[in-house]
């Protein structure tokens, strides 16, 4: 599989669970935020993006939050499944995009 | 819609060798970019360009040269490959730049020995 998941925070959680993935960002001027899913072998996808002038956004089973006083950014996944596990990982953009070093969500059948 | 395809997946090269990164996209997107992947880090961005004849550096350039001739391929070039190059790498592509989401291919993994 790919190296990328090798020193990663891991979150172990339990099919049918609810998992909330945390992300902190570091600059305060970031004005556009996206959650990434990446599992092994495979490129980045994806998954939701927020703004600066919001603070939650919904898609399917996923949410995202924005807290910009403690620059925090999480992504909540609703009924977690065997398929979500993989390497999950935030951006954040302002003049560039940074992206974060990522978490790894392990689904327990 | 293929999106972005990269070629080849892997790859060994030795020290002082040279080779080219193939990426081209379906999507008629004017940004596209380059990143490296290394364990436990950030991607790292290499070059990008805005459109068809225009490119420009990132964090990392050092060893790479890129080209756009076109709006659909972007290739990288490794010019005397050194292992500090050994890495994964992503081609990327978005419709308005930083503020929409990049479409990714499915990487090169690059080992130099």
């Known amino acids: 599989g790919e190296s990328v998941g090798l020193h990663l925070p891991t979150l172990s959680v339990q099919e049918g669970d609810n998992s909330i993935i945390n992300c902190a960002y570091s600059?305060?001027?970031?004005?556009?935020f996206i959650w990434y899913k990446q599992e092994s072998g495979k490129g980045p996808q994806f998954i939701i993006d927020?703004?600066?002038?919001?603070d939650k956004r919904q898609g399917q089973r996923v949410t995202v939050l924005l807290n910009k006083t403690v620059k925090h950014l999480s992504l909540q996944i609703a009924a977690t499944q065997p398929g979500d596990s993989a390497v999950y990982f935030c951006?954040?953009?302002?003049?560039?995009?940074?992206f974060g070093t990522g978490t790894k969500l392990q689904v327990i059948p | 819609n293929a999106g972005v395809t990269q070629t080849p997946k892997f790859r060994i090269l030795k020290i002082g060798q040279s080779m080219t990164l193939q990426c081209t996209q379906d999507?008629?997107?004017?940004?596209m970019y380059w990143y490296r992947q290394d364990p436990g880090m950030g991607l790292k961005l290499i070059y990008y360009?805005?459109?068809?004849?225009?490119?420009d550096k990132g964090e990392v350039p050092n060893g790479y040269n890129v080209s756009r001739s076109t709006t659909e391929d972007f290739p990288l070039r490794l010019e005397l490959a050194a292992p500090s190059q050994t890495s994964v790498y992503f081609c990327?592509?978005?419709?308005?730049?930083?503020?929409?989401?990049?479409?990714f291919g499915n990487g090169t993994r690059l080992t130099v020995t």
């Open positions: 990327a592509s978005s419709r308005q730049g930083r503020h929409s989401p990049l479409h």
């Open positions: 600059n305060s001027a970031s004005d556009y």
């Open positions: 927020i703004r600066s002038n919001m």
């Open positions: 951006a954040e953009s302002y003049q560039k995009v940074t």
């Open positions: 999507m008629n997107h004017n940004y």
């Open positions: 360009s805005v459109g068809a004849g225009i490119t």
